[in-house]
């Protein structure tokens, strides 16, 4: 591994004979922690990579991204140097468009991406006015306390919450500042998953994405708000499971 793709790259539990790659993508404010249950999960039969982005955690004293082609550029610049195996990109909020965004890059590339599983959000081209980046640290902070996908440890501590702003923002203002011509598509297949109560992405926004895919498209959605996910692992896990070893039913 590479000294670039260890900053990058996170595997709680390596493989030993893994067939396939799962890479996953954190929310805005997130980070590779966030995914550990996958990794725990599947990781003996999967190479589960769990990517931390800079600014945050050990990478904190590094300045975070705040232009989406930026972070997507330098995830297809890792991504494109691996071993070939299929590859799976998984991504919740802004990581659904950076999971879009690098797969279009590695499929322009002659990369083949075996599939893109995005959650919580909404299709590429649908637009809110959203400024969350532009508010001041006391805006910032009531955003991360009305959302539950922040670590309770993080809302308790004043000074941990204040310190996590500055990549908060970043992200913000990366997939905030983000747009997408409506020509934009992957090869692949792609599954999206919402939560029915999701109060930043409707059903009819999230299920846009179909139209931004050559391949099959699979919409399945959860009880719950943004971070819907989380209440839900065990069916998600399953989804993703039997797409990664090839037991799922093939999509129309």
């Given at each position: 591994?590479?000294?670039?793709?260890?900053?990058?790259?996170r595997?709680?539990?390596?493989?030993?004979?893994p067939?396939?790659?799962l890479?996953?993508?954190p929310?805005?404010?997130?980070s590779?922690p966030?995914?550990?249950?996958?990794?725990?999960a599947?990781?003996?039969?999967?190479?589960?990579?769990?990517?931390?982005?800079?600014?945050r955690?050990?990478?904190?004293?590094e300045?975070?991204?705040t232009?989406?082609?930026v972070?997507?550029?330098?995830?297809a610049?890792?991504?494109?140097?691996?071993?070939g195996l299929?590859?799976?990109l998984?991504?919740?909020?802004?990581?659904?468009?950076?999971?879009?965004?690098?797969?279009?890059?590695?499929?322009?590339?002659?990369?083949?991406?075996?599939r893109?599983?995005?959650?919580?959000?909404?299709?590429?081209?649908t637009?809110?006015?959203?400024?969350?980046?532009?508010?001041?640290?006391a805006?910032?902070?009531a955003?991360?306390?009305s959302?539950?996908?922040?670590?309770?440890?993080?809302?308790?501590?004043e000074?941990?919450?204040?310190?996590?702003?500055?990549?908060?923002?970043?992200?913000?203002?990366?997939?905030?500042?983000y747009?997408?011509?409506?020509?934009?598509?992957?090869?692949?297949?792609?599954?999206?998953l919402?939560?029915?109560q999701?109060?930043?992405?409707?059903?009819?926004?999230?299920?846009?994405w179909a139209?931004?895919?050559?391949?099959g498209?699979?919409?399945?959605?959860?009880?719950?708000?943004?971070?819907?996910?989380?209440?839900?692992?065990?069916?998600?896990?399953?989804?993703?499971?039997?797409?990664?070893?090839g037991?799922?039913?093939?999509?129309?």
């Amino acid at each position: 591994m590479s000294s670039v793709e260890s900053q990058w790259c996170r595997r709680y539990v390596p493989a030993q004979n893994p067939t396939a790659r799962l890479v996953c993508l954190p929310h805005a404010g997130g980070s590779a922690p966030f995914f550990h249950p996958v990794a725990t999960a599947l990781g003996r039969e999967v190479d589960v990579v769990a990517v931390q982005y800079p600014g945050r955690q050990d990478r904190r004293t590094e300045p975070p991204i705040t232009d989406m082609s930026v972070l997507a550029d330098r995830m297809a610049e890792i991504l494109r140097e691996d071993d070939g195996l299929p590859l799976t990109l998984f991504g919740h909020s802004l990581g659904a468009v950076l999971a879009f965004e690098t797969a279009r890059r590695l499929e322009a590339e002659g990369r083949p991406v075996a599939r893109i599983v995005l959650s919580g959000r909404r299709g590429p081209c649908t637009h809110r006015d959203e400024a969350l980046h532009l508010l001041d640290d006391a805006g910032l902070i009531a955003e991360l306390r009305s959302t539950s996908g922040t670590l309770s440890i993080l809302l308790d501590d004043e000074e941990l919450m204040r310190a996590a702003l500055p990549a908060l923002r970043a992200d913000y203002q990366a997939v905030e500042c983000y747009t997408c011509d409506t020509a934009a598509s992957v090869n692949c297949p792609v599954t999206v998953l919402t939560g029915d109560q999701d109060p930043k992405v409707t059903l009819d926004e999230a299920r846009q994405w179909a139209r931004h895919t050559t391949g099959g498209f699979e919409f399945e959605v959860y009880p719950g708000g943004h971070f819907f996910l989380t209440r839900h692992i065990e069916p998600i896990l399953g989804l993703l499971r039997g797409h990664l070893t090839g037991t799922s039913a093939t999509l129309s």
